[in-house]
């Protein structure tokens, strides 16, 4: 993919990475794992949010083609008629 953006990580490492290491540094151990704690139950939430979304999907189409297929027979009784 060449018009994909470039992202210049280097940069980022050096200027963030920093920061980063002292705010972690600055949180206890208890801090840190309540901050894991969260980071999973948004995962694992975001994952349930999927699995009912592709149920949802699944049964939207299959009603859709149900619709289409009575549509069908409907207009090939019109034309028989």
Known sequence: ???APKHD???YEEQVSPIEKERIAAQTDQKR???YIDYFDT???AKRGLV???ALDSA???EKL???EKLIKIFLAMDAF
């Open 1 to 3: 993919m060449t018009f």
């Open 60 to 62: 939207n189409w299959k």
């Open 43 to 45: 995962l694992r939430e």
């Open 9 to 11: 990580w280097t940069l």
């Open 52 to 54: 009912d979304r592709e």
């Open 33 to 35: 794992f309540e901050t």
């Open 66 to 68: 149900a619709q289409r």
